[in-house]
């Protein structure tokens, strides 16, 4: 391992982001939504048509711009911008999922090359160990069995360290899998220590999860191109003008003036038609499986949490009935360890608790955030219908007449427009 290049989390997190096929892919990703944009606001080419007739007159310049009567370019905007929207949410998503593997992948290899070196310092002491066996038996002072169980114990150390020596490989590619790096040799070794994290504020939690806005952006996109098929029946329409010359009887140029439109007798575009209402469905499906996804991801990561914030609680109080009986029996170092190794699954066990207690606070406060907007919502629509100009809270105001209260038809309208479910 000491030919490796030594790498740090940080420089490990870069890499992931900025060469890892993830993030790699969602940036390719945003290119096609924006080359989408591009597409969709382009304007349709004029076409020059020159003809000869025999019949006078005999030449004819035509100009036929097309126009957007159906109003489907505005259509085929907005479609693509939920589409280049989806992209970056996408995007987000994927980068952040880059970094939590990369640092959950060097957490791993980290430890492992601990593990490796803890096992490896065990091989060596169980090998001593069977060496001063053989000496003493050799000296008279030990049996023939004490150098077998010497013997295996030295065998089990050393398998334990052949085998921690390929979690170790094994973690070590699974990390340069994240980083974008081959995984055909070994590249790289974990340089940091194996600490605690800091402790760092939460970050904001949005008010939907990434995969979902970005499914449900795709879902409007569908839906956009659903009305971009419907009214493509009538297009292109074109406005046509045009001169006219070479008529033995009227001298000069002579203009033409005309409109195009296709006649949708043969063909009804129920091709591109019927493959966007199945894009629409699709669309619709995977929405409905990013929620049930999302969902589950964040029950799964609760309930790991809830678990393993039971057994920190029943190794501490292990830790505690150990200090309750030893007192007075172990030494001052060994007093020591066991108190510290007692803060150290005490500030675990705290992180973990407020990470729960952060939980419960944003839900909370997403759902009060959204029916705070509803409610803001439908009593703009009361005071509309009521033609109120202002609307206040009743307890800022000392005096009001009851008939000026609109508390029961806000709660009434919030209850039938939002129903207990």
């Known amino acids: 391992m000491r030919a490796q290049q030594p790498v740090s989390r940080e420089q490990a997190i870069d890499a992931a982001v900025t060469r890892g096929a993830r993030a790699a892919v969602a940036r390719a990703d945003t290119l096609i939504g924006a080359a989408q944009v591009l597409t ?151 340089s940091d220590s194996l600490t605690m994290p800091p402790l760092t504020a939460p970050n904001a939690v949005p008010d939907v999860a990434l ?34 010359w070479g008529d033995p009887g009227q ?12 006649l949708p007798l043969l063909n009804r575009n129920r091709g591109p038609i019927a493959q966007a209402v199945a894009e629409r469905e699709r669309a619709r499906a995977e929405l409905s499986l990013a929620l049930f996804q999302t969902q589950a991801t964040i029950g799964r990561a609760r309930r790991e949490r809830a678990v393993a914030l039971e057994k920190l609680q029943r190794e501490l109080n292990d830790l505690q009935t ?3 009986g030893s007192s007075g029996k172990l030494s001052p170092q060994g007093q020591a360890d066991l108190e510290a190794r007692g803060r150290r699954k005490q500030t675990e066990a705290q992180r973990i608790q407020d990470d729960l207690q952060a939980d419960v606070d944003n839900d909370r406060n997403a759902v009060l955030q959204k029916s705070g907007q509803r409610m803001t919502e439908l009593i703009k629509k009361i005071a509309e219908d009521k033609g109120l100009d202002l609307v206040v809270d009743v307890q800022s105001t000392y005096f009001f007449k009851p008939v000026m209260d609109i508390t029961v038809d806000a709660t009434t309208a919030y209850d039938k427009a939002f129903p207990v479910k």
């Open 40 to 190: 969709a606001r382009s304007w349709d080419n004029p076409s020059l048509a020159a003809t000869y007739s025999k019949a006078p007159p005999n030449y004819h310049a035509i100009v036929d711009l097309p126009l957007d009567v159906t109003g489907i370019r505005g259509t085929r905007i907005r479609a693509a911008e939920a589409s280049r929207l989806a992209s970056l949410y996408r995007f987000e998503f994927e980068r952040a999922a880059a970094v939590l593997d990369a640092d959950t992948s060097y957490t791993r290899a980290l430890a492992a090359l601990e593990r490796v070196r803890l096992s490896r310092r065990n091989a060596k002491d169980a090998d001593s160990l069977r060496h001063m066996a053989v000496i003493r038996r050799d000296a008279g002072d030990a049996s023939e069995l004490d150098v077998l169980l010497a013997t295996v114990n030295a065998g089990q150390a050393s398998n334990l360290a052949i085998a921690d020596s390929v979690t170790l490989i094994s973690s070590i590619f699974d990390l340069q899998t994240v980083m974008g790096l081959d995984t055909t040799r070994i590249a790289i070794v974990p």
């Open 211 to 244: 995969p979902i806005a970005a499914a449900r952006q795709m879902l409007s996109a569908a839906d956009l191109s659903v009305r971009v098929q419907r009214r493509s029946l009538f297009t292109p329409f074109s406005l046509q003008a045009g001169i006219e």
């Open 251 to 262: 001298q000069g140029v002579l203009p033409t003036v005309g409109f195009s439109i296709p």
């Open 322 to 324: 150990q200090l309750q």
